[in-house]
């Protein structure tokens, strides 16, 4: 019975989202064709980007408590189902698109865990934290990883209700990456251009083999899925010079709240601007200024939490203020996060791992190590296994379309192809973890491709035969059948373990010490509490009361 009711809650979430996200796309006016969406699963994605957008401006003012959260389900979901009532194909359809991805994300949510150790450590603790107090002025003081939080974090929060209870916390993220799957499907069924489709597939499989586990999905895998998605729509936008750009612009303003390193998505527009110069009357539209007032909260909401902009860079942090975390005492101090964010992605576990006699810390390892030599025999396996697949899909997939490379799109291809050569660099030289950098990685690898392409005369001259590209939806049927007879097995193995789907709360930790409204837990991860929490040792003193907002104060 309780694997009855999940699965209807799962039905429930995904049905109120696509609904939601109709209402959405006609009311911003995404498309000017009637309004009317090509590739359905895009309702799914702009109702998942209103909730997290209406969550974050909610808890500048309230709790996300489960109460409030269900007013808000209801109130949205009549409002949007009022307007779409006479619309029968678009109900039926919804349904339709509603149980595919109920069934996408039940099979993946099934026996698997949430995301570790990250979702224990900051996802979860975050999410309670939403859902207990309003906007935490200075709450990254006591977890220097608060200052990391995705609005994803926003999405678990507000999908904690009355309606689906606290699975809606697991429920509403693994929806978006079923979405997604769907998405990239439909794509790479329904379009016409070869360049689009050759992405779309490469994207899908990708992502498929990739990021099929639910316990594998932190902030990371499915931020690089909408940087795919924004890949896509802005070759979308440069063939079609439709209202795609509209949908690009709303898929970078969610980019940038969903992972730091994805702040240089603002360059897509700007190359559009100079390889179309469209007219400014473009760029002024419901989209946009919903787009930015998302970006300006967003940003509000950081300098609100960690005293800076764009957390640890210290550039954006501002030290003259009650809650700066500057002081030099304080695990969050920018400087120091950054520094060993950048000494752990530079392999220095391994290397302490392997020389305990090492008197150093993470803050000399990169000035006393070659750390090069360390990452290159540690980390560059993992990445070479992961682009060893991926160059053989790739390589398939340019013999299965013909008349990939456009002479027409040199210039957007080359700019891609510079921009996500430069973003690796990038990523190498500061934080060169796979998760970290995997969708700017396996973008250059494509385009790289597709730069190769264009230089041999074998690959411009190459004829196919039309039954050849049938074998593409062979490939992705082997792929996705290959995906669910892994679930299947795990499903089998465990179905007799009394927990069948994420557990949200361990148990087996507990309280060590209680510090004013918050708690501090020596050893273990905190997971979902009732009060804000934190496994590191911190400075607050002091929790101050501002206006009915909280703010927690080193001293």
Known sequence: MELVLYFASILLFSFIIFIIGNYIASYLKIENNNYQISNFAEYGLYGIIFVSFSALLLNFFTK?????????????????????????????????????????????????????????????????????????IGINNIQHRYGFISILQYLSAISNN??????GITISLCSLFS???????????????????????????????????FSGHGNDELSFMIYFLCTLYFFKTIIYKNENYKKLILLISFSIALKTMLIFVIFLPIFIYFILKPKLKWFFNKVVFFSC???LLWFIKNFLTTSCLLYPAVITCSENITWSNSKKINPSNPEKVAKSTEGAAKAWIDWHKNNPDYKGTVYTYLDDVNWVKVWFKNHFPIILKSLLILNLIIIFFIYAYKNIYDEKLKKAINLILIYNLILSL????????????????????????LFILNKITFFKNLTIKEPVKKIAMYFFIFVSSSVIIKHSIRIIENFSLSSQFPKITNEEVGVEKKLGDYYYLKKGRCFYTKLPCTSEPTHVKQIKKIYSYKVYIIE
């Open 426 to 449: 990038i990523w190498f030289i500061k934080f060169p973890l796979y998760r970290f950098g995997s969708g700017y990685i396996v973008t250059l690898n494509i385009f790289c491709y």
């Open 293 to 295: 007032l998302f970006v």
């Open 64 to 136: 996300l408590s489960p109460e409030i959260n269900f007013y808000f389900f209801i109130i949205f979901f009549l409002i949007a189902l009022f307007f779409i009532k006479k619309k029968t194909k678009v109900i039926i359809k919804t349904i339709k698109y509603s149980f595919i991805c109920a069934l996408i994300t039940g099979a993946t949510l099934m026996f698997d865990n949430v995301n570790t150790p990250d979702a224990g450590v900051y996802h979860l603790p975050y999410v309670s934290i939403l859902n207990i107090d309003k906007i935490s």
């Open 162 to 167: 009355i309606l689906f209870s606290e699975n």
């Open 179 to 213: 979405i997604l799957i769907i998405l990239f499907f439909n794509e790479f069924k329904k379009e016409k251009n070869n360049l689009l489709k050759f992405l779309s597939s490469i994207f899908l499989i990708f992502s498929l083999y990739e990021f099929n586990r």
